[in-house]
C-alpha cells in the first residue's frame, strides 16, 4: 500500500502519505501478541473526539474503495 502514497488511490495525488500515530487498538493488540504486526488506516478526521468533528467524506469513499479492492483480491 506503501508504494501507492499520491497515486489517488491511497493518499492524495500528489502529496503523498502521512505516517501518524493512531489506532490505539493496534497498540493494545500488538502488545498482547508477541510477533503480530499492525495496520491502522482510514479517513481523515478533523477535530476528532470534540463538537467541532468533521469527516472528510473524499478521503472516506478512497478508503471504501481501497477496502472493496483488496478483498476482492482476497477472494
Keep these: 500500500m506503501r ?6 488511490r491511497v493518499g492524495v495525488p500528489g ?3 502521512t505516517t501518524m500515530h493512531a ?7 500488538a502488545a498482547k501478541i ?4 499492525c495496520v491502522s488506516f482510514g ?6 473526539h470534540t ?3 468533521k469527516l472528510d467524506i ?9 477496502i472493496t479492492d483488496v478483498l476482492k483480491q482476497l477472494a
Design 43 to 48: 479517513p481523515d478526521i478533523i477535530d476528532i
Design 51 to 53: 463538537v467541532k468533528e
Design 58 to 66: 473524499a478521503s472516506t469513499q478512497r478508503i471504501w474503495q481501497l
Design 15 to 17: 502529496r503523498g502519505c
Design 34 to 37: 508477541d510477533g503480530l504486526d
Design 3 to 8: 508504494s501507492e502514497c499520491g497515486t489517488g
Design 23 to 29: 489506532g490505539v487498538e493496534c497498540g493494545i493488540m
